[in-house]
């Protein structure tokens, strides 16, 4: 059984394109870390996201945990919490370059196979107005950098270099490990 340790619209969408079946079992573990640095926060949170779900089922499956941070000059950007938040957030990308990293583990047959996958994405310059325009959609709430690029805040997006499905936060890197470890990803 091939579970997935998220409640993300996004990352389940992704995972269906190759897998046909698996559970959806949210992760209940703290989504609090101290951990200053974008990969190593991003895998922390991974880890404990699969191993929360990996124990819970009796270490009777394969559990797929993952995590996407967004960070510029070093400082990570989560969800925001408030509108106002998310203002700052898209104030600070808006010209300039963001690193976009996930973290995941897979926890396959009591072995854990993790990475972390970086994607540069740069902005266009944002006016105050297109900002707020965007903010009142409710699209940024729920999305680390205030932002979702397979959405209206695609618009924002001047260019990237890496793989798109890690900035929606679900790297391909995933399937392919999925893939060494037997899973057949193209049963469509």
Same mark, same amino acid.
């Given at each position: 059984?091939?579970? &997935?340790?998220?409640?993300?619209?996004?990352?389940?969408?992704?995972?269906?394109?190759?897998?046909?079946?698996?559970?959806?079992?949210?992760?209940?573990?703290?989504?609090?870390?101290?951990?200053?640095?974008?990969? #190593?926060?991003?895998?922390?949170?991974?880890?404990?996201?699969?191993?929360?779900?990996?124990?819970?089922?009796?270490?009777?499956?394969?559990?797929?945990?993952?995590?996407?941070?967004?960070?510029? @000059?070093?400082?990570?950007?989560?969800?925001?919490?408030?509108?106002?938040?998310?203002?700052?957030? &898209?104030?600070?990308?808006?010209?300039?370059?963001?690193? *976009?990293?996930?973290? /995941?583990?897979?926890?396959?047959? @009591? #072995? #854990?196979?993790?990475?972390? *996958? *970086?994607?540069?994405?740069?902005?266009?310059?944002?006016?105050?107005?297109?900002?707020?325009? /965007?903010?009142?959609?409710?699209?940024?709430?729920?999305?680390?950098?205030? /932002?979702?690029?397979? @959405?209206?805040?695609?618009?924002?997006?001047?260019?990237?270099?890496?793989?798109?499905?890690?900035?929606?936060?679900?790297?391909?890197?995933?399937?392919?490990? &999925?893939?060494?470890?037997?899973?057949? *990803?193209?049963?469509?």
């Amino acid at each position: 059984m091939l579970v &997935l340790a998220s409640a993300s619209p996004r990352r389940r969408e992704i995972l269906s394109r190759f897998i046909r079946e698996f559970q959806i079992i949210p992760s209940s573990a703290s989504e609090e870390c101290s951990i200053a640095d974008p990969r #190593e926060h991003a895998l922390e949170l991974a880890r404990r996201k699969a191993r929360e779900v990996y124990e819970r089922l009796g270490k009777k499956a394969t559990v797929i945990g993952a995590d996407t941070v967004v960070s510029i @000059g070093g400082k990570i950007l989560g969800k925001p919490g408030n509108e106002e938040e998310a203002f700052r957030m &898209l104030k600070t990308l808006s010209g300039r370059m963001h690193l *976009v990293t996930t973290g /995941y583990c897979i926890i396959h047959r @009591g #072995e #854990e196979h993790c990475g972390a *996958v *970086v994607t540069e994405v740069k902005f266009r310059e944002l006016d105050e107005d297109l900002i707020w325009a /965007y903010i009142r959609t409710g699209e940024p709430m729920d999305k680390a950098g205030a /932002y979702g690029i397979q @959405g209206k805040g695609g618009l924002f997006v001047e260019w990237i270099r890496g793989d798109y499905y890690n900035v929606v936060g679900f790297p391909i890197e995933i399937i392919w490990k &999925l893939k060494e470890l037997g899973f057949d *990803v193209l049963s469509r």
